[in-house]
């Protein structure tokens, strides 16, 4: 078979360790993938008035959204990568990802967020979706909207869990465990329809450790705030605690969220909120997690499992080996992506972290 070599890649993405962007970063040099990355952050002003008034003047656009998406185009002239993946509402305009597209560069876009959620929906971006060769979406119910706004490829990705950050760790002694253990652990940010559910749970007696932004917002869960968990303390949290939540974000209409996949890579007992694709991932209700469909079922659902241990034990080995056991890692989705972009070569042998990428610092927390 004659020599191929690997393909190169641009990433356009959010560095931030727990971000999708990180996460295909660390998948690239996995499987040996020349690459380079440029942050979206860029796109934003360091005046956070500036980036307000766009935002909400401007149609969500980023401060500097022209001058990013200026620099994306130079840098795909001078560096002439073969594939351009970029994440989420990515700061490219219309025009430029043309002019990409015309220098024979293969673009595509890992749709991390609804474009139609009011929240996030920019005017500017949905006029740029189309411009892109394939869309991949990690949720079936964007799927049909993308195609009427005249994405005319368009492939279900889920999301992933990344290796080198979601996996089991135990509190390092009796003070870390005291300090991380509760009942219930969910990191996650503060959404309007959660709340009812944190509630519920708080209500009842549960010991719940809410870490993400907004939670302090409210009074139901202010008391229960812990601030943001960097990987470390999210390993250690969901270690320490009886069990962990996994609930969908609604304006989003998920069928599944990132937690679905880092939780049982990290061997956490899940209570998963009832949804098509979380059956479909974790199987019938006791086989891996038990699901709940509303906040009222909750509780009682974590009452049951708080005095099982050895079920909590064996749901958590289930889950883990059902998901880790798979092609479920940011890798793999790499992978598919370029397969499905018609670009090969992309089986090399893993080579040092620093070996191929250029890149900014990574840090993060986990508030999605």
Not at 21 to 39: E, I, R, S, Y
């Amino acid at each position: 078979m004659a020599y191929r070599p690997n393909p190169r890649l641009l990433l356009v993405a959010n560095s931030g360790v727990v971000h999708v962007g990180a996460h295909l970063l660390n998948g690239a040099m996995v499987l040996g993938l020349p690459t380079k990355f440029l942050d979206v952050r860029g796109a934003a002003s360091s005046n956070i008035w500036l980036n307000r008034f766009h935002w909400r003047l401007h149609g969500h656009r980023p401060a500097h959204l022209s001058g990013f998406s200026q620099l994306v185009v130079e840098t795909c002239r001078s560096s002439q990568p073969e594939v351009l993946l970029a994440t989420g509402i990515a700061p490219i305009e219309s025009a430029d990802l043309r002019a990409i597209r015309g220098l024979g560069i293969r673009t595509c876009n890992y749709l991390t967020d609804d474009p139609f959620n009011p929240a996030h929906r920019a005017p500017w971006f949905l006029e740029v979706l189309p411009e892109y060769d394939c869309i991949f979406s990690p949720r079936h119910a964007n799927i049909a909207d993308l195609r009427v706004a005249g994405c005319g490829n368009v492939v279900y990705m889920p999301f992933a869990y990344a290796p080198e950050i979601h996996f089991p760790e135990q509190p390092a002694d009796a003070s870390e465990r005291s300090r991380f253990g509760s009942d219930v652990f969910f990191a996650g940010g503060a959404d309007k329809s959660r709340i009812p559910y944190m509630a519920a749970l708080i209500r009842e007696g549960f010991k719940v450790a809410l870490y993400g932004g907004y939670w302090d917002r409210y009074r139901e869960t202010r008391a229960s705030h812990l601030g943001f968990a960097d990987p470390t303390t999210a390993r250690k949290a969901a270690a320490a605690a009886t069990v962990s939540v996994c609930l969908v974000r609604r304006a989003n209409r998920d069928g599944h969220s990132m937690r679905s996949f880092e939780l049982p890579a990290m061997r956490a007992c899940l209570v998963v909120e009832d949804t098509p694709d979380h059956r479909e991932m974790f199987g019938p209700p006791g086989e891996s997690a038990v699901y709940f469909q509303s906040a009222d079922e909750l509780p009682e659902a974590v009452r049951l499992l708080a005095s099982d241990q050895a079920d909590r034990e064996r749901l958590a080995g289930s889950c883990q080996a059902k998901i880790c056991g798979a092609r479920n890692k940011y890798s793999d989705r790499l992978t598919d992506m370029l397969a499905h972009m018609g670009v090969a070569g992309v089986s090399a042998p893993p080579i040092p972290r620093a070996a191929r990428a250029e890149t900014g610092r990574l840090d993060g927390n986990l508030n999605l």
